[in-house]
C-alpha cells in the first residue's frame, strides 16, 4: 500500500524498489499486493531479490539489458514517443570488493551510451567527499575514492537535486546519529542535452532508513530530434546583465568533490546560457526588424506631437534598442561565417578560397 500511495502521489510511471524484503516464493503475492493495476515488474538476479524494478505498461516500454544482484540496466521508451533513455537501478553491495563489478558496469555502460541519455540511480552504498558523512569514523580508506574515480572515467555527471542532503541515517540518537549520502542520482552528457531541465528530489524517509528519490526530466514531451550543440555567443559578454547573471549562478552552493562542483555548474550554466538564449538573442534578425518597426513607429508619433517629452524619450529608447540589436545582429554573423570559414577552411573548398578572396579584397586599401 505505502508503494502504491508513494508513486501514485508522485505520479511515477517507473520505478525501482531497493531491498524490497521479497522471499522468492512470495514474489507475485507482494507484487499484486501493491495494487498497481496494469504494471510489469522484474527482479534483479539474485535469491531473495535485491532489486525490483516496475513500470506501467500502458505508458512506457521498457527493455531489460542487463541485471545482476546489484543493478537493473534497461531501456525505456514512452508509448507513442521516440526518445529513448537508458535507465539503470543501483543497489551497490556492502563490501568494496563486490562494488569492484558495479563500478566495471558503468564504465562499461558509458562507453555503449556515448549518445545516448542515461540515468543512474538508486543506494550506491559509497559517497563521493568528506562533505557526505555526518558523524561516525572520519577515516577515509583508499577504496571510498573507487566511486569518484568511476565517475570521472565514465563521464557522469551528479544531476541537480533539492531535498534532503544526508539519505540514510542510522536511526540513532544522543550523539550516535550517523548520516551519509549513499543515494544517488547520476546522468551522462546526452542525458542533460536532451532534458537540461532534469532534477531530481530527495524526499523525508518514511518507511526506510533511506529517502526515497524522483527524477522527472521536467517535459512531458522531449525532442526525438538530436540536441543542438551549445555554442556560446561573444555578443553576451557586451550585455548589460551578462556578468551579474554568470556571477549570480556560479555562487549557487553544491557540497561535492572540486571535479564534480566545476562539472556540475557548467552544466547548470550551459541550461541557463540556452534559456537566456530563448529570451533575449534568439532569431536575432527578426528581432532586428521588429525593432525598427517600432522606432519607425515612435517616429511617426513624435513627429504627430512633436511637444510631447515622453514620446521623444520613447523615440530614443527605442532608437538605442534597435542600434543595440543591429550591433549584436552583426556580431552574430560575423562569428557565425568564422566559424563556417574555419570549419570549410581546412577542407581546401572552393568556399575557402572565395572568402579569403573576399577578404584579401575588403582588407585593400585601393586608394589614398
Not at 569492484?100 to 562499461?108: F, N, R, S, V
Not at 524517509?205 to 525532442?223: A, G, I, K, N, Q
Not at 552574430?332 to 581546401?348: A, E, M, P, T, V
Amino acid at each position: 500500500m505505502a508503494v502504491r500511495n508513494w508513486t501514485q502521489n508522485n505520479g511515477l510511471g517507473i520505478i525501482g524498489l531497493i531491498e524490497p524484503r521479497l522471499g522468492v516464493n512470495s514474489i507475485s503475492e507482494k507484487i499484486a499486493g501493491m495494487g498497481l493495476q496494469g504494471w510489469t515488474f522484474v527482479d534483479s538476479e539474485s535469491h531473495p531479490p535485491r532489486l525490483l524494478v516496475g513500470w506501467d505498461a500502458g505508458k512506457h516500454n521498457l527493455q531489460v539489458i542487463d541485471k545482476s544482484p546489484q543493478w537493473i540496466t534497461c531501456e525505456v521508451t514512452g508509448v507513442g514517443a521516440q526518445a529513448t533513455v537508458t535507465i539503470t537501478f543501483v543497489y551497490g553491495h556492502n563490501k568494496p570488493t563486490y562494488r569492484q563489478a558495479l563500478w566495471a558496469h558503468l564504465q562499461d555502460q558509458s562507453s555503449a551510451n556515448l549518445t545516448r541519455p542515461w540515468a543512474i540511480l538508486g543506494d550506491f552504498n559509497a559517497v563521493l567527499s568528506h562533505a557526505d558523512r555526518a558523524g561516525g569514523s572520519l577515516q577515509w580508506p583508499t577504496y571510498m575514492e573507487d566511486f569518484s574515480t568511476c565517475l570521472q572515467q565514465s563521464g557522469l555527471i551528479v544531476v541537480p537535486y533539492t531535498g534532503l542532503r544526508y539519505t540514510w541515517h542510522n536511526g540513532r540518537r544522543d550523539g550516535q546519529a550517523i548520516q551519509h549520502k549513499l543515494d544517488w542520482v547520476l546522468g551522462n552528457q546526452a542525458l542533460l542535452d536532451q532534458w537540461p531541465n532534469a532534477h531530481a528530489n530527495f524526499l523525508p524517509r518514511v518507511d526506510s532508513d533511506h529517502s526515497p528519490m524522483v527524477l522527472r526530466f521536467m517535459e512531458d514531451h522531449p525532442t526525438s530530434k538530436p540536441p543542438k550543440t551549445f555554442r556560446f555567443l561573444n555578443l553576451w559578454a557586451e550585455r548589460d546583465d551578462f556578468m551579474d547573471l554568470i556571477r549570480d549562478n556560479w555562487t549557487i552552493r553544491i557540497q561535492e568533490n572540486p571535479f564534480f562542483i566545476l562539472t556540475s555548474k557548467l552544466q547548470i550554466l550551459k541550461g541557463i546560457l540556452n534559456r537566456y538564449h530563448r529570451k533575449t538573442t534568439s532569431h536575432i534578425s527578426s528581432r532586428v526588424k521588429e525593432a525598427r518597426r517600432k522606432w519607425m513607429v515612435g517616429q511617426v508619433e513624435v513627429d504627430r506631437s512633436p511637444t510631447n517629452q515622453n514620446l521623444h524619450q520613447q523615440e530614443r529608447q527605442l532608437a538605442d534598442d534597435y542600434h543595440r540589436l543591429c550591433k549584436e545582429e552583426e556580431a552574430f554573423f560575423k562569428q557565425r561565417s568564422r566559424i563556417q570559414w574555419l570549419q570549410l577552411g581546412d577542407k581546401n573548398t572552393a568556399f575557402f578560397h572565395r572568402s579569403l578572396k573576399h577578404r584579401q579584397h575588403r582588407n585593400k586599401i585601393h586608394k589614398l
